[in-house]
């Protein structure tokens, strides 16, 4: 899934390559799915988008907002697999489900994997959306430590669900997913069980250092390994704690990492330095 490292890396390739190109026509590709979530049936999508600039683009936390003219906007929230840009005479991939063509030739086409939503909305539209912007984004000005302090204080299922739950709810801090979290648990010591009122003032210090250091890291590399750019590169954050490492040492105290299941979705840890 795109989490914030990736959606940043998407949005500023967006705003560098499709600043300016004008889409000539939107359509659906060869793949249906039905977790993918459109705002409107896709031919209004067509008429609505077609001979229209493209004017920018940048992120929210896990969203990306592309802006067609002054008042308009594509949002990609929440979504899985990969949106890339073919230059004119490069051919498409064999599998895709939605597609844009521009009027220079060149194309973009989205993949989804999982699920995923592409909303077309108009940008005033977009601050009363029930789930657009909500959550604070890390590395933002309003992320401070205090800010942080104020959430996990004021999380309603704080006595029921670990800090996980927490963590990956973007109503809360709108940027993590099930890949990043497991780095910033990491370098935090914390397990993805602990119930917040058991953090201290030192644990939560930690977490929110770890959440900053962790995704910052993420966006100077562009993204993660597992996850391609939107000129299909793969990224250069390579996680510590995931499949790929599972029953390696522990980078600190070298016990094997090891894998549980919890809150629908694995977690990767150390089991000494992440004692639950
Ligand atoms: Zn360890």
Not at 123 to 137: K, N, T, V
Request: hydrophobic share 35%.
């Amino acid at each position: 899934m795109i989490e914030m490292p990736e959606a940043a890396t998407l949005a500023r390739q967006m705003q560098e390559t499709l600043t300016g190109k004008t889409i000539e026509h939107f359509s659906r590709g060869p793949l249906v799915h039905k977790f993918l979530w459109l705002s409107k049936p896709a031919e209004e999508y067509d008429a609505f988008l077609s001979g229209r600039r493209i004017t920018g683009a940048s992120s929210y936390g896990r969203s990306i907002y592309l802006y067609v003219g002054e008042a308009d906007l594509l949002w990609f929230g929440e979504l899985g697999g990969r949106i890339l840009y073919h230059p004119q005479g490069e051919p498409l991939p064999a599998k895709f489900h939605l597609r844009w063509d521009y009027s220079d030739g060149s194309a973009m086409s989205f993949a989804m994997q999982m699920w995923g939503f592409v909303g077309l909305l108009g940008r005033s539209e977009l601050a009363a959306h029930p789930y657009a912007e909500i959550g604070i984004p890390p590395l933002s000005e309003r992320f401070t430590s205090e800010c942080f302090d104020q959430l996990l204080k004021e999380y309603p299922e704080k006595t029921k669900k670990g800090i996980k739950g927490f963590l990956v709810t973007s109503k809360h801090v709108n940027g993590i997913g099930n890949a990043y979290l497991q780095d910033i648990l990491f370098r935090a010591k914390i397990h993805p069980a602990r119930k917040i009122p058991t953090l201290n003032q030192d644990d939560r210090q930690k977490l929110y250092t770890a959440i900053q250091e962790t995704l910052e890291k993420a966006i100077r590399l562009g993204g993660r390994e597992e996850e391609r750019d939107l000129y299909n590169q793969v990224g250069g954050y390579k996680r510590l704690m995931g499949a790929e490492t599972l029953g390696q040492p522990c980078p600190n105290c070298a016990t094997p990492i090891v894998k549980i299941n919890y809150l629908g979705g694995a977690c990767y840890l150390c089991p000494s330095c992440q004692e639950s």
